[in-house]
């Protein structure tokens, strides 16, 4: 879409002149697209949990509600805070990094330790069940713990949140060459073709009857993202719609320092 403006610069009886500006809101016009929709989705996933927080609030403030019921609200109560939470986590994590006011703090990582641990503690929460596959002598990432945590915890979520009805989520480490490669596979969903390109984009979800009734705002996999290409590393996926996906993340590898062409082992007692 172009927008024009025309100017008369000089009208004399013999002299006409007249510039011509066009201008491209090609980009303007996406920019504010993505602002409304922003605005749309935000006060919806804002409002959603807010409405039952205070509704269950209500009921516990100013009626008698017998003590098991009492704890069930709670629960829910707890449980929509949390999403709040998140949301708002995911907005403002999203800020700072676009801005480039994320800091990142670089340690070695040691894969194998960092990753049974993630996968434990994901134990009991959902009907899944994670299978660790390390295919690779547990090698040292660089990168931020937590961040690098955030990554996996936003894949794996998704991984179970889009395979209903499925058990079963696989996480298999490798190297290639001088990376590591974490792939999350589950067996669900699948996203659609036509969904491909546009599925790193801010605010982004799939429309599809399959997954309404499924939450999200649309942020976990933009965040996935900037948090990976901050490490440089990178993200990629591969699916299949009705049999499944795998998210890929690879990471620069740390090399253990040697000394005289020796490696050092440091080990802990
Ligand atoms: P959210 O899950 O909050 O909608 P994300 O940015 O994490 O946002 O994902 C964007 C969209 O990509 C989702 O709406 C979902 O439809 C699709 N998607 C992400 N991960 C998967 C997956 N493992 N299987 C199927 N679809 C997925």
Redesign the pocket.
Known sequence: HYELHANVLESGASNRQLLLVFRDRTEEEKADEAKNEFVSIVSHELRTPLSSIMGFMEILLHREVAKEKQRKYLETVYKESQRLSHLIGDFLDLQRMESGKQTYHLTPIAVEPWLRELVEGWKGQWPHRIELRLETDAPYVVGDADRLTQVMH?LIS??M???PGQDRIVVRVRTEGERCVIDVT?F????PEE?KPK??TKF???DNSD?RQ?G???????VVKEIVEAHEGAMSFD?ELGA??T?TVSLPLYEVPSVEGRVVVVEDD
């Not at 669900?188 to 996203?191: A, H």
């Not at 999200?216 to 933009?222: D, H, K, N, Q, R």
């Open positions: 936003n998704n991984a949140k889009y395979s589950d669900g969903l699948g996203i969904a599925l790193f982004y979800r799939v997954r499924i999200g705002t649309g942020l976990g996999l933009s699916s499944g996906s998210f």
